[in-house]
Structures are given as C-alpha cells and as structure tokens.
C-alpha cells in the first residue's frame, strides 16, 4: 500500500496580510480552521508558531513538529514587509522574484527549499494511509514542485492559499501530484 501525503497550509496569519518575510505571527482566527475528519495515520508540520496552531485545531491532538519542514530562510529580508524591501533593495528582490538559484538576502534560494523539503519527505518513512503535515504555503509549494520533478523554476506558476491543500501519493520512490486546492 502507498501512502498519501496531504500537505496542508497554516492559515491566515497578520504577517501574512502584510506579506513579512519570515513570517513568524500567531495564527488569527484558529476557531475557523475546522477538524480534520478523514482518518490520518500521522500529523506532523513545521516549527512556525501558525503550522503548529493550524496543526493543533485540525488534528485536536499531538502533532510531531519537524525542523526539516521550516519555511525558506530569507536571511537579512528576515521579519521585513515585502514593500521595505521592494524600496531598499529592488534588484535584488527583482532577481528573487525571477531566479530561484538567487539569494540576496544571504538566505535559502527557491531551488534549495524545494531540494532541502523534497529530500526530506523522499527520506520519511511515511505511514501507509493518509499523512498530514502542515507546512507554510512556500513549503506546499516547494513540494509540489519537487513531486512534479520539473525544475525549482516551476515555484513561481504554483499558487496556494492560506488553509489550500497539495495531495501528494507515493508508491515507491515516486512522488505524484493527486490535487491541488
């Protein structure tokens, strides 16, 4: 039997609203996230404080946090609205938005998260069944790349919402994009 990954994006957060990089801020309304009803043989998500609340409203039990599941380091741009940035450092934000081998923040590039993420879950041993992890929507985003297996480029033509979903099925080595939502 194959597993399933389900990878969820934490919900809204006000750093999100504000487009902070590193968002780092509360989740904001966690009574709207509702339970997750389908059987989940394993919950993990990433160590920013709105995975592990976004986490805790949909399992409404213990969620395995994992380190390797951060969001992207965006070193110096760190804590920094994108509109500071925009001002102070517009090539290097440009270059950013374009390239994802640049890191002029001094950071992760694009092309390491969907490598660093992607390595991770390969390396998992992942329940057979459904699987859980709640992740910020960069990382979703980085995964869905990597189960494509099409270039870390393709990052900039995937979209994910607060609270969207990338399912994932693995028979083998092989990772399959099944929905986005």
Partial sequence: MGSRLVLVAHGPTAGMRELVFGDESDLQHPELVGREERRVMSWSCGPEPACGQTAAALAGRGVEVAAELAGLDVGAWRGRPLAEVASEDPEGLSRWMSDPSSAPHGGESLAQLVVRVGEFCDAREWRPG??????????????AVHALAVGPEAIFRVDLAPLGRVTLSRQGSIWRLQGLG
């Fill in 130 to 143: 459904g699987n859980v992890a709640v992740v910020s929507p960069l990382v979703a985003r980085a995964l």
